[in-house]
């Protein structure tokens, strides 16, 4: 009978100590650097992510323009107590491509990173150079996620990597990317982006299935490893033939149509996510042990106290 009783002990001990390490569901969200971000919820965050930061081609930061610079200090001061990141690059950024391209200028810009993350009480660094296209650059953000995993992991800080399974995921390997504690797929703009593009849904819950088998065929097989990318906005169409369409925040697209119900998606040729699919890849994402989700980007919600806030809702399927 003791016997008995030790082995429950501890598997019961066993059982509360998996519980206790085991990390919360994370809900992390982009502040642009030309956005007043001071309307955001930020209780409803537990990761945020100041973008963008950008590189001198000799390795160190380019500095703030004073509206960069205002909407910095009001993501410190509003996000504190939150893990918080600097994004480097973004979508169209060049001052990576140019600065990666010696061994001096990515030693010199890692340690420009890591100071600056110490000056400013931030957590880390989430790496987000899209649109790699060669096997030259390749290399380079290889070589750059290898000295800023070395150098802000000796200061206790985070690497992040942000990709897309298009627009050139080809050119990002398993390899490169383990250098990041973890990785973020960014499932949007898949539809509307471009002027061949096909009418669609930029973002559907295929497109989700599509990110996560793309990155674990090449390697990347760690579901807890991975967030997941949500859409904060929409497209809309000039005809159902499709091409380029204009990029339209969640706020107007709910202003437009104020009567859509929360499972509508398209209308009138503008696609979007509404609450009911936003919840549905939140519930996913945390049923099938993936790290959390993200968003790009926070300020294009509604306020997170209407019922149609798409914040609300990813609060809801993250509590279930």
Not at 70 to 96: E, V
Not at 138 to 163: D, G, W, Y
């Amino acid at each position: 009978m003791k016997i008995t009783h030790t082995i429950l002990f501890l598997l019961l001990l066993s059982c509360t100590k998996t519980t206790a390490q085991k990390e919360p569901f994370m809900v992390g969200g982009y502040v642009p650097s030309w956005k007043d971000g001071a309307t955001i919820d930020y209780s409803k965050l537990t990761h945020v992510f100041f973008s963008f930061v950008k590189a001198n081609p000799d390795g160190s930061i380019l500095a703030f323009t004073p509206e960069e610079q205002a909407s910095f200090n009001t993501f410190k001061t509003r996000s504190a107590g939150k893990t918080r990141f600097i994004s480097l690059g973004g979508g169209g950024d060049q001052t990576l491509p140019a600065m990666a391209a010696t061994a001096a200028a990515r030693d010199k810009f890692a340690a420009a990173c890591v100071q600056f993350c110490i000056d400013n009480d931030l957590q880390g660094v989430d790496m987000d150079w899209e649109q790699i296209r060669d096997d030259a650059n390749a290399t380079n953000f290889e070589a750059l996620m290898k000295v800023l995993s070395e150098l802000l992991h000796a200061r206790q800080l985070l690497l992040v990597a942000t990709v897309a399974h298009g627009w050139g995921g080809e050119y990002y390997s398993a390899h490169a990317l383990k250098y990041a504690d973890w990785i973020q797929l960014m499932v949007y703009d898949q539809a509307g982006s471009w002027a061949a593009s096909p009418y669609g849904n930029h973002a559907t819950f295929q497109h989700v299935l599509d990110a996560v088998d793309f990155w674990k065929r090449k390697g990347y097989t760690k579901s807890s490893q991975m967030v997941i990318g949500l859409p904060f906005y929409g497209y809309k169409f000039k005809s159902d033939a499709g091409g380029l369409a204009d990029q339209v925040p969640y706020n107007e697209i709910v202003n437009w149509f104020p009567f859509l119900g929360p499972d509508a998606n398209e209308h009138n040729l503008v696609v979007f996510n509404g609450p009911a699919l936003i919840k549905e890849k939140t519930s996913y994402a945390k049923r099938k042990g993936f790290k959390g989700v993200m968003i790009w980007e926070v300020t294009q919600d509604v306020p997170a106290d209407q019922p149609k806030s798409l914040l609300k809702a990813i609060e809801e399927a993250a509590k279930e």
